[in-house]
């Protein structure tokens, strides 16, 4: 069996890059409805927090953010007059279906600091960043330009949204609960035994298999935004 051909250090570095935590987007300060589920009870330690968080990988990421990242890097890396149209259906649906004022102040404010990155990297299209910001970009649009001048395949730049994704909440779960770094990491490796399946989940999901119904996630989220006294901004 052939080795499979390797990702360009450039591009592996890149996905490293926007995975990581220290990437400046403000995603540390999020738990998109976790702060609210351990102050009502239903989190309360190392296992429901990794069941939560499992949960919420597969109802929430694989069948809204992922698919679109999926379908909107193929898009900034087509001509501007093909991928545009597409491009502005894909935000503008993520910016309709967010259940929350919450989820969708995050997705908007995560999406403005990565464009701020961009426009200081040496990648950047001005073109494109243009026409980003003309979209008022949500988060998973902003991500895949940044993927798309990687030339990472699909799999590898939705690896690295999920895992980024991973860290920041196994963060808001030690924080908010809290927990020992060593469960942490036990919730981290168990996530990312999950995302590699997620991904291909999400590659071949077509426009009407996506969806952002998780009605309690979004219960938790309204009523995080009037909790007393809170760590996170969701």
Known sequence: MPAAESLPAASLLQLMWLASPALP?????YSEGFEMAVDSGRVDGEASAANWLQDQ????LTRCELPVIAQAIPAWRQAKEQGQPRLRQLNDWLLQTRETSELRAQSEQMGRSLLEWLRNHEDADAAQIS????LAPTYPIAFALAASKTQAGLSDCLLSYAFGWAENMTQAAI?????GQSAGQRILSRLAAAIPPAVQTAISMRDEQRQTFSPMLAILSSQHETQYSRLFRS
């Open 57 to 60: 990988l597969g109802l929430t």
């Open 175 to 179: 924080k908010s609960i809290p927990l």
């Open 25 to 29: 987007v403000g995603g540390f300060a």
């Open 131 to 134: 026409f980003c910001a003309s």
